[in-house]
Structure formats: C-alpha cells, structure tokens
C-alpha cells in the first residue's frame, strides 16, 4: 500500500471529511499491511532490544496477537518506522487515547512528545483496581 493512500486521521478536517478517513484508518488497521507491519515491528524490536517487547506503560508482556501498537505520529502512517510504534497493552492504550482526547493542550502539541509524557504519567500513577493488577498473571487472549 502507498503511504499517501492512508490519509492522517488528526488532519485538519471539516464535517464533510471525517467520517471517510476515519473509515480509511480503520481500514488500513485491518489490513495485511498493517498485520504486515506489526511482524516486522516485532522482528525490529527484538533485534534492537534482545528482549521480547512489553506495555511500555504497565510492563505487561507484549504479543503480536494482543498487542497494540500507538502511533507516537502520524506523519509516515503506511511507511512507519519502528520508532513510530510504541508497544502499549490495550488498556494503556485506551488510557492514553482517553488522556489525549480529554485534555486540548495535548491534542494541540506535538504528538510524540503527547505520547511520551501520558506514558510516563500513566506509569507515575498506575490503576489501582485489583482486575488490573499487573503483577498478576496475563489471562491468555481471547
Ligand atoms: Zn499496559
């Protein structure tokens, strides 16, 4: 798939336009691009890291089945670099998406820089609730 066929789902945009790059970003997050993607993202990390990836929020461990992956930009969706996905479980993941939704001064400033400094929020102030306890064992995914 070329880059420019997946339009920026935070581009500026008036009523009439939403709705189809929305559909267009889902789409593409359903596409074997994408699965193709997170393979080679996966293979990238481990080489980098030498360890297998984990939530980088909560330290949950990271699975290309369960896994999510956020784009800390959006600027080379369809061509991302590994450094533009950043492994979160799916609960950070929502968490984070709350948190920039939520709050205008992060849906104003650079996206990257959003993301780094929900994340190192999240992990100052972890959930409390006992079915979210981390340090429990990973139910396996569905
Ligand atoms: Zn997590």
């Given at each position: 798939m070329r880059a420019s066929s997946v339009p920026d789902p935070t581009a500026r945009r008036t009523r009439r336009t939403r709705r189809p790059r929305r559909a267009a970003y889902d789409a593409y997050l359903n596409s074997r691009t994408w699965s193709d993607k997170r393979k080679q993202w996966y293979a990238a990390w481990l080489t980098a890291a030498g360890v297998e990836p984990a939530?980088?929020?909560?330290?949950r461990r990271w699975t290309l089945k369960a896994g999510h992956l956020h784009h800390?930009?959006?600027?080379?969706?369809?061509?991302?670099?590994?450094?533009?996905l950043v492994p979160l479980c799916r609960r950070d993941h929502q968490r984070l998406h709350a948190l920039i939704d939520a709050h205008p001064t992060w849906r104003r400033s650079d996206r990257r820089t959003a993301t780094a400094a929900i994340i190192a929020s999240l992990r100052q102030a972890p959930d409390a609730r006992a079915d979210d306890n981390p340090t429990r064992p990973q139910s396996p995914a569905p």
């Amino acid at each position: 798939m070329r880059a420019s066929s997946v339009p920026d789902p935070t581009a500026r945009r008036t009523r009439r336009t939403r709705r189809p790059r929305r559909a267009a970003y889902d789409a593409y997050l359903n596409s074997r691009t994408w699965s193709d993607k997170r393979k080679q993202w996966y293979a990238a990390w481990l080489t980098a890291a030498g360890v297998e990836p984990a939530c980088l929020v909560c330290g949950r461990r990271w699975t290309l089945k369960a896994g999510h992956l956020h784009h800390a930009t959006y600027a080379r969706l369809g061509i991302e670099p590994v450094e533009d996905l950043v492994p979160l479980c799916r609960r950070d993941h929502q968490r984070l998406h709350a948190l920039i939704d939520a709050h205008p001064t992060w849906r104003r400033s650079d996206r990257r820089t959003a993301t780094a400094a929900i994340i190192a929020s999240l992990r100052q102030a972890p959930d409390a609730r006992a079915d979210d306890n981390p340090t429990r064992p990973q139910s396996p995914a569905p």
